[in-house]
């Protein structure tokens, strides 16, 4: 069973930066999309950035010009570069990775924004 696996969550204060990284324990084959979302407490989960195999991108409204999603195709390894990331940016961010067929969620990591 292929996994996803997350790093690069943490703790970081109000105008820092992240950089997430995810990728899969095996091959994943047919893959139509990565991507990232987020859970906060008490919210449901939401797209952050969603990334097609042709480089196609698109942002929730709330990360446009601050978070930049990115793919190293080789490795089917996405990433998510962070930038001045407020406190309501906080939460579990899960990997996502959309096949023909199925997806696979990796399990969160924890980003916390202190202000």
């Known amino acids: 069973q292929v996994q996803l696996v997350e790093s690069g969550g943490g703790l970081v204060q109000a105008g820092g930066s992240l950089r997430l990284s995810c990728a899969p324990s095996g091959s994943i084959f047919r893959i139509n999309a990565m991507g990232w979302y987020r859970q906060a407490p008490g919210k449901q989960r939401e797209l952050v950035a969603r990334i097609t195999s042709g480089g196609s991108t698109n942002y929730a409204d709330s990360v446009k010009g601050r978070f930049t999603i990115s793919r190293d195709n080789a490795k089917d390894t996405v990433y998510l570069q962070m930038n001045s990331l407020k406190p309501e940016d906080a939460g579990v961010y899960y990997c996502?990775?959309?096949?023909?067929?199925?997806?696979?969620w990796g399990k969160g990591t924890l980003v916390t924004v202190s202000s």
């Open positions: 996502n990775v959309e096949r023909v067929g199925m997806d696979y």
